[in-house]
């Protein structure tokens, strides 16, 4: 019989709704009931495609006799921590704390009033490895809850004091400059793995925010050296497994060092950040290879993530079935020399295992390797590899597909919206434009109230009951600004601002100007979560400032210019310290040192002259720079406002710090305007 599970929307608690556990999700009612049983919370966090999760349950959660401790000593609470990412962060930075890691599926004890008191990450079913085995675990608590409660009240409470002097303060208010961003580069040289590229060692995770500033500091400065890495970076992981090289699109991370091995999971957020990288590395070099990744792994995203009502799912799992029955990790994307021969024949497999480097003992496990593209040099028939690679793909397709995490987020489609509205524009791809103003639709029509307050979640349609945090807030605003200026729809710009409205009114310390991960009127946990570094994908806070910037620039708002600028003094303190941890706040950092500029094209919208300087404005890499485009009369977005035709023809304006050039209606005078 279900769970109280059944009746959510997220795809990881559905996952458990058979279970015999009692779950309950997390709301004020498991709580209550905690309180009346007398029983302490066992809290449970994952997502839909970890596999340690599945792993887990499988073990613990779906075993009748460990089900019917639980249901006899615990209440249980399931939380999905991509629904409630305020929830996971609370209790991950308890966990951190206390034990020194992190991770999932995480597992937490709590008492009735949400107060932790004994913490863990995955625990096995038998003791393993010095671990303690989950029913092991399970009694210790029991045992600790009914005969030393007084203790356990004491340590819980000592807890919630030492998480509550944790509060962020940055004293200084002053924004990041020139030096900053240099000790930044330093450190980041440090971190460089010259062998492999990226940073630091294994696991090694894409670094897409640190290339944006890598890419940004070397438009500013012309440090050759910040260029070179971030290229070298990015051949590298298109060279490697964590690239699908037949469906492209990126897995999490790479096991190795050499981004060999993926953990095969397919992440919205990943492929969004990596596809605007990719597409902003072809705009400051002109790579094909750059050219080809983003283009690729924008029509990943469409073919595989897009859903019915138009945004993007969350996720394809790391496993899926090998074919006899068992769930494997890996088991759709690795090939054997015998797979390829029983696909291709003798020669085309022989070939497609040099030029994909597929051997005889594998790269994975039980001899199957993962594709990779390791010849730099030496010359294939295009056409052959081409033919290869497609009847690939297509016995691929006859494979068991790995599951999809259907949810749509909020900040992860923003994140979307901003890649395909400029991939699309980069490359003269209008469907990837209209799939950027589907998800934006999406977004405004599902996930926006008549308040303009933003919903996290919602899947199949239906919109799920947890409010959007603040990372939801700035990344939504920064895909449609983004799409404002693609298409010149100044109703972009407006959605924009009132959600960063929000983020000034309810997220903003209005002593410090700091931000906080949840609004002010958001459910109260046991402290509210505040964190500005950069991990999977951009935090709020650094996305905020960078959004807060660039609408400030389109629209000349000083309260937006202002918090953006206050959001920015954690930059100045961190940027020296842990730039990899913080690449989306210094790349933010080098727009607010160039400017932004802000560029104006005025003429008819179908003229070719004025497509022709737009398309200039749009690949310009200087930092940060926002675009306008529309008619002399149009009042469509600010920067257009009294901005004339030169001699009756297009023209293009370029401002920064309240300073304009003069017009051009020539396309080479606008390029090295918008040059260093």
Known sequence: MPNRLAHETSP???????????????????????????????????????????????ESFEDQETADYLNAHFVSVKVDREERPDVDAVYMEAVQAATGQGGWPMTVFLTPDAEPFYFGTYFPPAPRQGMPSFRQVLEGVHSAWTDRRDEVAEVAEKIVRDLAGREIAFGDTRVPGEEELAQALLGLTRDYDSAHGGFGGAPKFPPSMAIEF???????????????????TCERMARGGI?????????????????????????????????????????ATGSDLARRVALETADFMVREL????????????????????????????????????????????????????????????????????????????????????????????????????????????????????????????????????????????????????????????????????????????????????????????????????????????????????????????????????????PSGWSAAAGALLSYAAQTGAEPHRAAAERA?????????????????GLATAEALLDGPREVAVVGPVDDPATKELHRAALLATAPGAVVAVGAPDSDELPLLAERLLVSGEPTAYVCRNFTCDAPTTDVDRLREALGR
């Not at 090289?245 to 790479?254: E, T």
């Not at 981004?259 to 596809?275: I, S």
């Not at 980069?426 to 029509?445: M, S």
């Not at 920015?568 to 989306?584: E, H, T």
Request: with cysteine.
């Open 12 to 58: 990881y608690l559905l996952q458990h709704a058979d279970n015999p556990v009692d779950w309950w999700p997390w709301s004020a009612d498991a709580f209550e009931e905690a309180r009346r049983s007398g029983k302490p919370v066992l809290l449970s966090v994952g997502y839909s495609s970890c596999h340690w999760c599945h792993v887990m349950a499988h």
């Open 214 to 232: 890598l890419l940004r500091h070397h438009a500013r400065t012309g440090a050759e050296g910040a260029l070179q890495m971030a290229a070298d």
């Open 243 to 283: 690239y699908d090289q037949l469906g492209g699109g990126f897995a999490r991370y790479s096991v190795d060092r050499e981004w060999v091995v993926p953990h095969f999971e397919k992440m919205l957020y990943d492929n969004a950040l990596l596809c605007r990288v990719y597409a902003h590395l072809w705009r």
């Open 306 to 537: 897009r859903t019915n009502e138009g945004g993007f799912a969350s996720a394809l799992d790391a496993d899926s079935d090998d074919g006899n029955g068992k769930h494997v990790e890996g088991a759709y994307y690795v090939w054997t020399p015998a797979q390829l021969r029983e696909v291709l024949g003798e020669q085309d497999a022989e070939l497609a295992a040099d030029y994909f480097g597929v051997t005889a003992e594998g790269t994975f496990e039980e001899g199957a390797s993962v594709l990779q593209l390791p010849q730099s040099e030496g010359v294939f028939d295009a056409e052959r590899i081409a033919s290869i690679r497609a009847r690939l793909l297509e016995a691929r397709g006859e494979r068991p597909a790995p599951g999809r995490d259907d949810k749509v987020v909020a900040a992860w489609n923003g994140l979307a919206v901003a890649a395909l509205a400029e991939t699309g524009a980069y490359f003269d791809r209008p469907d990837l434009v209209e799939a950027a103003l589907g998800a934006a639709d999406l977004l405004v029509r599902l996930h926006l109230d008549e308040h303009a307050r933003l919903a996290r979640t919602s899947k199949d349609g239906r919109v799920g009951a947890n409010a959007g945090v603040l990372e939801d807030y700035a990344d939504v605003s920064e895909g449609f600004l983004a799409l404002a200026s693609v298409t010149g729809e100044g109703v972009w710009l407006e959605f924009a601002g009132f959600l960063l409205d929000h983020v000034l009114v309810q997220f903003t310390d209005e002593e410090s100007g700091t931000l906080y991960d949840t609004a002010a009127d958001a459910e109260k946990l046991i402290r509210r979560p505040q964190d500005p570094t950069d991990n999977a994908t």
């Open 568 to 584: 920015l003094g954690v930059v100045k303190a961190l940027g020296p310290r842990a730039p990899r941890f913080i690449g989306w």
